[in-house]
């Protein structure tokens, strides 16, 4: 608008000549239509500025409070277990839920005793980790070696008197399907190819009677959820809730991407409007997971 006005004034100081009235006569129509522009251009900012609606603060979220509900002794022996911590109510949540869905970042409590809800909370990574803990406070030395969350050996055993691996660990967090004796027969081949007659297998779920049958004849020792957390009843209170704060630690509800090790993003099919899991280096990398509900 201004480059307008000064086109239209501009002609009126330089006189009656004819130099001066050709002058005049060129510069008005792109004067006319600079005013034209411009005018548009400020109607659009104070309409779209009219659609834009300032952003409300977010009120931070209230965490509950463990100690209206939590044991007495729990609290004591989680205490004694971090005392650098300072006063414990509450395991805080370090993840960033940010960019979660109601389905994704669950609005709970976490639970504050062993139970089959823990695994159930958790990721296929946290489980892992969380048997790694396990076997480390049996006092091996551990290794992992994650191949992916459906396949490969998860864990290596090593213990202080012996050179060489002692026994391997393969982790199966799996929900609502039972370890068939195809996965077992597969783990058998990897201990076979590294010379042990050791090896756990642990899952979340159960075995079938056929997986079951072949982990007990080749040395296998099968571990499902309710032997998982029976052996876990077996640690000291410390100890369990060491596991606990494991399985509890980030991002543990967001699953990992078991080609490229970073968590994965929520995302939307565009034919279907499904939510599932994937990698947030898409399209680098294509994996993807479905998404379970966490009513």
């Known amino acids: 608008m201004a480059l307008g006005a000064v086109l239209l004034v501009v002609p009126a100081f330089m006189g009656n000549s004819a130099i001066a009235g050709a002058f005049a006569t060129g510069v008005r129509i792109p004067a006319v239509f600079a005013l034209l522009v411009g005018a548009c251009l400020i109607a659009f900012h104070f309409a779209l500025r009219a659609r834009v609606k300032p952003q409300q603060p977010v009120a931070p979220r209230q965490e509950p409070d463990w100690t209206s509900w939590a044991p007495p002794e729990t609290l004591a022996a989680l205490q004694r277990a971090i005392p650098q911590a300072g006063p414990i109510s509450a395991f805080p949540d370090t993840g960033d839920t940010g960019a979660a869905s109601l389905e994704a970042a669950p609005q709970r409590r976490r639970e504050i005793a062993w139970g089959q809800k823990v695994f159930d909370d958790i990721e296929w990574r946290r489980f892992e980790a969380v048997c790694e803990k396990l076997f480390g406070q049996a006092g091996f030395e551990t290794r992992t070696q994650s191949h992916g969350a459906d396949g490969g050996v998860d ?127 898409y399209p680098r990398c294509k994996s993807m997971l479905p998404m379970r509900s966490l009513a």
């Open 155 to 281: 864990i290596w055993l090593h213990s202080k008197h012996a050179q060489g691996p002692a026994a391997v660990v393969q982790c199966k967090h799996w929900s609502g399907r039972q370890v068939g004796v195809k996965e077992v027969r597969e783990f058998l081949g990897v201990m076979t190819a590294h010379g042990l007659k050791r090896g756990t297998y642990a899952t979340t779920s159960t075995f079938t009677a056929d997986a079951a049958k072949f982990a007990r004849e080749n040395g296998i020792n099968a571990l499902d959820g309710a032997r998982l957390l029976a052996l876990v009843g077996k640690r000291s209170p410390e100890q369990q809730l060491e596991l606990l704060q494991i399985a509890y630690e980030g991002e543990y509800w967001r699953p990992t991407c078991a080609s490229c090790g970073t968590k994965m993003v929520e995302r939307e099919a565009r034919k279907t409007a499904s939510r599932f899991w994937g990698c947030a280096q």
